[in-house]
C-alpha cells in the first residue's frame, strides 16, 4: 500500500471511509485496516485518539530494530497489557450531530474540539487539560457544556 511502502513511520495514520462505502464494502475496509502497517489507526478520527485515553497501547507497528528504529519500538499506556499488540483501531462517526443523519450515520457527537469550526474548541480543550491535570468530578459539567456548544 502506497501508506506503507511510500510514507515514512508507523506510529499512525487516519483511513476516512464514508458509511454508504463501508456498508457496501465492508470486507475490503476491513482487509485495508488489518493490512496497514501502523500502530493506531483512526477510523473517520484523528489517531492520537489511540493515544489520548491513556490506556490502549501506543506505539509503532512491530517490525522496527535498533538498527533502523524507525518510528520507534515497543508500545507505552497498555493499561490492560494484552500481549503482542500490533495495531489499535479507536473508530468515531464519519460526521458529527446532525449531518451524520444525511452520511447515514448517526451520531450524538459534538463537533470535535480541534475542528476550526468548533465555537469552544479552546475552553473545552482548556477544561480537558484542567482535569487531566487535576481530575475532579466536578470538573465534568463544565467540560460537557462546553463540548456541547462548540
Not at 8 to 17: D, I, S
Not at 39 to 68: E, I, K
Not at 91 to 119: E, M
Request: aromatic share 8%; with cysteine.
Amino acid at each position: 500500500m502506497f501508506a506503507d511502502d511510500k510514507l515514512p513511520g508507523t506510529l499512525g495514520a487516519t483511513l476516512l471511509v464514508h458509511p454508504r462505502t463501508e456498508r457496501a464494502h465492508r470486507a475490503a475496509v476491513d482487509e485495508a485496516v488489518a493490512a496497514l502497517r501502523h500502530g493506531t489507526l483512526g477510523v473517520n478520527c484523528w489517531s492520537a485518539f489511540g493515544f489520548l485515553p491513556g490506556c490502549p497501547p501506543w506505539g509503532a507497528h512491530p517490525g522496527h530494530t535498533r538498527q533502523d528504529i524507525g518510528s520507534g519500538i515497543g508500545f507505552v499506556h497498555n493499561a490492560f497489557m494484552p500481549e503482542d499488540v500490533e495495531q489499535t483501531v479507536p473508530r468515531a462517526p464519519f460526521a458529527p450531530a446532525p449531518r451524520g443523519l444525511f452520511t447515514g450515520s448517526p451520531s450524538l457527537s459534538p463537533r470535535r474540539p480541534y475542528f476550526v469550526t468548533n465555537r469552544t474548541g479552546r475552553t473545552t480543550m482548556e477544561r480537558l487539560t484542567a482535569c487531566a491535570t487535576d481530575p475532579r468530578a466536578s470538573r465534568l459539567p463544565g467540560i460537557l457544556a462546553s463540548a456541547l456548544r462548540g
